[in-house]
């Protein structure tokens, strides 16, 4: 029975798999790491995977919570039939590698994942099996945050994302989507024009996902725990 981590930016999410499919998933804020040990104590768990982007005191606080030993997942040069083209694959965040990997097990054509969190990660995936690389930028949270605190009277609740907002409010939710939504479709001209294909399918996943489909032109697919089936192919093959 296998334990499976993800440790982001704001939360922790974590699963456990008996083999044949989830007994149990959830998810919690860093501050609430230690109430982990006697969740997972339910469970005759004999393996622990993880991956985190998190503070290394994160990664210490759930080493002590897991039931037996946490192995650490890092991006490498190759997984399966995935070869990663980032040009320093030590120094790539471990979420967006395995990100990947679940994404080619889900589908074999071209594929953007873009994973919607506290951070937006955008990735390019060939039907051929290489990972070209991908974007990194605020997320729809740390962007309106970042404009609250940082302009003068844009302290104030995002509205409603609309294609011509007039007023602030809606300025401020329209902008910020429009961003986000903007970077991945110019990822998915990026690699159309890459292969010479036309139909590039958008994974979507991320606790934000649901808030930017809408405004995605299609095909799109939300795909919950992308980051946690990635785990899982990489502990199932390991």
Not at 111 to 123: D, F, H, K, S
Request: aromatic content about 6%; hydrophobic content about 45%.
């Amino acid at each position: 029975m296998k334990l499976l981590i993800d440790a982001g930016n704001s939360r922790v999410k974590w699963a456990v798999h008996d083999g044949r499919g989830w007994l149990a998933q959830g998810a919690v804020e860093h501050g609430d790491i230690a109430s982990l040990a006697g969740v997972w104590r339910q469970w005759p768990i004999t393996a622990a995977w993880g991956a985190s982007v998190a503070r290394a005191d994160v990664a210490r606080g759930l080493e002590a919570a897991a039931p037996c030993r946490l192995q650490w997942v890092r991006a490498e040069s190759d997984f399966g039939d995935v070869r990663n083209q980032y040009r320093n694959p030590a120094e790539q965040g471990a979420d967006r590698w395995l990100a990947v990997l679940a994404a080619r097990q889900l589908h074999q054509d071209d594929v953007i994942v873009a994973c919607a969190g506290t951070a937006l990660t955008v990735e390019a995936l060939t039907a051929e099996g290489d990972y070209l690389g991908g974007l990194i930028l605020p997320g729809l949270n740390l962007m309106l945050s970042s404009l609250a605190r940082n302009t003068a009277n844009l302290d104030r609740p995002a509205g409603v994302v609309t294609p011509f907002p007039q007023g602030t409010e809606d300025a401020l939710a329209s902008g910020a989507v429009y961003a986000l939504t903007g970077a991945v479709e110019s990822q998915r001209r990026q690699l159309q024009m890459h292969t010479g294909r036309a139909s590039v399918r958008v994974l979507l996943t991320g606790g934000d996902a649901a808030r930017l489909a809408p405004w995605l032109a299609g095909p799109v697919e939300i795909v919950d725990n992308l980051v946690l089936l990635g785990l899982l192919r990489v502990a199932d093959e390991k």
